[in-house]
C-alpha cells in the first residue's frame, strides 16, 4: 500500500473525500496542517478533480478568464501536485503533467492489516516489543508464522 500528503486547505477535505469515492484509496488520515491517505493501485489527482471541489463562485472564476486559470492551475500543483510528490512512500509516480495531474501507483508488495487494541493493550504491546528488541510487525509476523505453521492441512 502507498501512501502521500497533502496539506489541509480550505477545500482539501473536499477533494480527498470525491477522490476516495473514486475508489482506490483505502485510508485516510487527518492531521492539523496535513491529510494523508492510503491507497492500492493507482490513484489520479487532476485539476478537474479540483474544480469539482471547490465553491461554485471559485469554479466560475477560474473559467471566466485564461489567467484566472493558470493561476490557479499554478496554486493547485504547487500546493497540490508538488506535495503528492513529496511525501509519496510506498509508490511512484506513473505520470506527472505541472498543474493538470498527477498519476501515482502503489508498489508496496504487503498488505495492511489494521487491529482496534485498548489503551492498557497497546502500552503493553509496545512494552513487550522494546524488551524483545523487535518492532510491532516482526512480532506479528512471527506470531502468524509460528499460527499457521501449526494449523496447515496435512
Not at 489520479?44 to 478533480?49: A, G, L, N, R
Not at 511525501?87 to 505520470?95: A, C, F, K, S, W
Request: aromatic letters at 10%.
Amino acid at each position: 500500500m502507498g501512501s502521500t500528503c497533502i496539506p489541509n486547505y480550505e477545500n482539501a477535505v473536499a477533494m480527498i473525500e470525491y477522490l476516495k469515492s473514486k475508489g482506490s484509496i483505502v485510508g485516510v488520515s487527518y492531521r492539523k496542517d496535513m491529510i494523508c491517505i492510503d491507497f492500492t493501485g493507482e490513484v489520479e489527482v487532476t485539476f478537474d478533480d479540483y474544480l469539482q471541489t471547490v465553491p461554485y463562485l471559485t469554479k466560475h472564476y477560474v473559467e471566466r478568464l485564461p489567467s484566472h486559470r493558470d493561476r490557479e492551475m499554478s496554486w493547485f500543483n504547487s500546493k497540490y501536485l508538488l506535495y503528492i510528490m513529496k511525501t509519496l512512500r510506498g509508490g511512484e509516480v506513473v505520470e506527472y503533467v505541472p498543474g493538470e495531474k498527477i498519476r501515482i501507483k502503489d508498489t508496496e508488495k504487503t498488505e495492511f492489516i489494521g487491529v482496534r487494541l485498548s489503551r492498557e493493550e497497546k502500552e503493553q504491546l509496545e512494552s513487550l516489543v522494546a524488551r524483545l528488541g523487535t518492532t510491532v510487525s516482526d512480532l506479528v509476523r512471527s506470531l502468524i508464522k509460528e499460527k499457521l505453521g501449526k494449523t496447515k492441512p496435512q
